[in-house]
């Protein structure tokens, strides 16, 4: 299991065998709100107080930004909040930016990401969203998103 431990501003692995008594860390002084995976088990990490994404490879030391990192702000080099994410099988990183009321697709490499859904400022119109918070796009490419109540 590996778990973003916010509070402990760390990530932290367990084990599932049985008899384990402590975790291992992964990651630490983060401020972590999310994570995923994707099938090269590269390990993609919110840092909600740097407004990033970056993606973690296993035995690396270092990281690489996959998202955000340019401060808060709604640039499409940033992020504001960034709630929750889904990696697919191209290493392209959707995000939904809880506090710009969209998703976000970054592909593989690129500096600036794109917004696929809302973009139109917070409301409830087919065009917009409010604090979108679970994302999941599947096989065929369709985005599906969670969004809180206005």
């Known amino acids: 299991l590996i778990i973003c431990d916010q509070t402990n501003r760390r990530v932290v692995r367990w084990s599932r065998r049985s008899g384990t008594t402590q975790g291992e860390i992964l990651i630490d002084n983060i401020y972590?709100?999310?994570?995923?995976?994707?099938?090269?088990?590269?390990?993609?990490?919110?840092?909600?107080?740097?407004?990033?994404?970056?993606?973690?490879?296993?035995?690396?030391?270092?990281?690489?930004?996959?998202?955000?990192?340019?401060?808060e702000g709604n640039g499409l080099n940033q992020l504001n909040e960034p709630r929750y994410l889904f990696v697919d099988r191209q290493q392209n990183v959707y995000v939904s930016d809880n506090n710009n009321h969209h998703v976000m697709k970054w592909n593989k490499?690129?500096?600036?990401?794109?917004?696929?859904?809302?973009?139109?400022?917070?409301?409830?119109?087919?065009?917009?969203?409010?604090?979108?918070?679970?994302?999941?796009?599947?096989?065929?490419?369709?985005?599906?998103?969670?969004?809180?109540?206005?």
């Open 32 to 71: 972590c709100f999310g994570l995923a995976m994707d099938d090269q088990r590269n390990l993609y990490v919110f840092d909600v107080a740097k407004h990033e994404v970056r993606r973690h490879q296993w035995g690396e030391k270092n990281s690489t930004l996959v998202a955000g990192g340019n401060g």
């Open 109 to 150: 490499g690129a500096k600036e990401g794109i917004v696929v859904a809302g973009g139109q400022g917070r409301g409830n119109a087919l065009t917009q969203l409010s604090h979108p918070n679970g994302i999941f796009a599947d096989t065929l490419g369709t985005l599906v998103t969670i969004e809180r109540k206005i």
